[in-house]
């Protein structure tokens, strides 16, 4: 998304501070819904970030099909009022829907399970972070044939990552986004204008940085590895980096040598001083000139007459 004044960030401690009993939630009313069943109720857990493997906090929906990333958006120097009490804490959390594939991938793509064909409960397995064994029972992993070789009829399915078919598939999401941002006309820093009928050529230019903008956005649910390869795949160049500059003074040895097999052929002493009289007669004015070429003598000089009187 185009840059904020807010910090984004993944949530990943929910625990109330002291003087903290409550947040600002934006979701879905459809999280909401409750039938009066208390075990159909929307839940907040932990599970294993795909990109920086470290525990973020997402939410199910009452019936376990649709899930969110919880969000915080928040500025500094910035408070809430409710009723009539101040929240010290100025940060909005909002819940964001995510296509559970992203999540199911990095157990996917495991050395230990990528090489043969397993069912999801044997894929989807984290000691560290059990409640992913919720992802089973979201809708939208029916789309993992996308990602992997499939085995088996719909009572029992066995899946086997597939690089090829994922690469094609992460093009595709980078492609519809890129797409969507066009369509939008969201503004993504690019130095390009709007303003004037481009030719194909700055065409496509325009699309390869939106491209990369897109890439960033997907980016950031794939782990290093994958992202990596999605970035090679896509034809993205890589930014080269500046070479490092030397803090010393001393000139390059090729430049040394030029410099000391120059040798002055005449002395410009005296050309400097010719200068600097030319330089002079070119600030007087015109005035000036003129007076210059006036006889003075038998005047007075200016002086003279702020000068004391001889006393008598």
Same mark, same amino acid.
């Given at each position: 998304?185009?840059?904020?004044p807010?910090s984004?960030?993944?949530?990943s401690?929910?625990?109330p501070?002291?003087?903290q009993?409550q ?5 879905n009313?459809?999280?909401l819904?409750f039938?009066?069943?208390n ?6 857990c ?6 920086t493997?470290e ?7 009452p019936d376990?099909k ?5 969000i915080?958006y928040k500025e500094?120097?910035?408070s809430?009022?409710i009723d009539q009490?101040?929240?010290q ?19 996917l793509i495991?050395?230990d399970k990528c090489?043969?064909?397993?069912t ?5 397995v984290d000691?560290k972070?059990?409640?992913c ?7 939208g992993?029916?789309?993992?044939h996308?990602v992997?070789d ?9 899946y086997?990552y597939?690089?090829?078919?994922t690469m ?7 492609d ?6 066009i &369509?939008? =006309?969201l503004?993504?820093?690019t130095?390009?204008? $709007?303003?004037?009928? *481009?030719? !194909? /050529?700055?065409?496509?230019?325009e699309r390869?940085v939106?491209?990369k903008?897109?890439?960033?956005i ?6 290093l590895?994958?992202?990596k390869q ?5 034809g993205?160049?890589e ?5 490092k ?8 040895p090729a430049?040394r040598? &030029?410099? =000391?097999?120059?040798?002055?052929l005449?002395?410009? $002493?005296?050309q400097? *001083?010719? !200068? /600097?009289k030319?330089t002079?007669?070119?600030k007087?004015s015109?005035a000036?000139k ?6 003075k003598s ?6 003279s007459f702020?000068s004391?009187k001889?006393?008598s």
């Amino acid at each position: 998304m185009p840059k904020r004044p807010a910090s984004r960030q993944s949530v990943s401690k929910l625990t109330p501070d002291p003087d903290q009993a409550q947040w600002v939630f934006i979701v879905n009313d459809k999280v909401l819904e409750f039938n009066g069943d208390n075990e159909n109720k929307p839940i907040i857990c932990q599970l294993r970030h795909p990109k920086t493997d470290e525990g973020s906090y997402y939410l199910f929906s009452p019936d376990g099909k649709d899930i969110y990333e919880v969000i915080k958006y928040k500025e500094e120097f910035r408070s809430w009022l409710i009723d009539q009490t101040v929240q010290q804490d100025g940060g909005i959390v909002i819940t964001s829907p995510v296509d559970p594939v992203f999540l199911v991938l990095p157990y996917l793509i495991q050395k230990d399970k990528c090489s043969k064909f397993m069912t999801l409960d044997q894929i989807v397995v984290d000691e560290k972070f059990s409640e992913c064994r919720r992802l089973q029972e979201c809708q939208g992993l029916e789309e993992l044939h996308q990602v992997a070789d499939i085995k088996g009829d719909d009572d029992f399915k066995a899946y086997r990552y597939n690089e090829e078919k994922t690469m094609s598939w992460l093009k595709a999401k980078v492609d519809i986004l890129t797409d969507h941002i066009i &369509k939008k =006309e969201l503004h993504v820093n690019t130095s390009q204008s $709007s303003n004037f009928v *481009k030719s !194909k /050529k700055e065409e496509n230019i325009e699309r390869d940085v939106f491209v990369k903008y897109s890439y960033g956005i997907i980016s950031d649910y794939l782990p290093l590895t994958l992202s990596k390869q999605l970035h090679q795949y896509l034809g993205i160049p890589e930014v080269e980096e500046k070479p490092k500059t030397s803090n010393s003074t001393e000139e390059p040895p090729a430049k040394r040598v &030029k410099l =000391e097999e120059i040798k002055p052929l005449e002395d410009y $002493s005296k050309q400097n *001083k010719d !200068k /600097k009289k030319t330089t002079l007669s070119k600030k007087l004015s015109n005035a000036q000139k003129k007076l210059e070429k006036v006889d003075k003598s038998g005047m007075k000089s200016l002086a003279s007459f702020f000068s004391p009187k001889p006393k008598s």
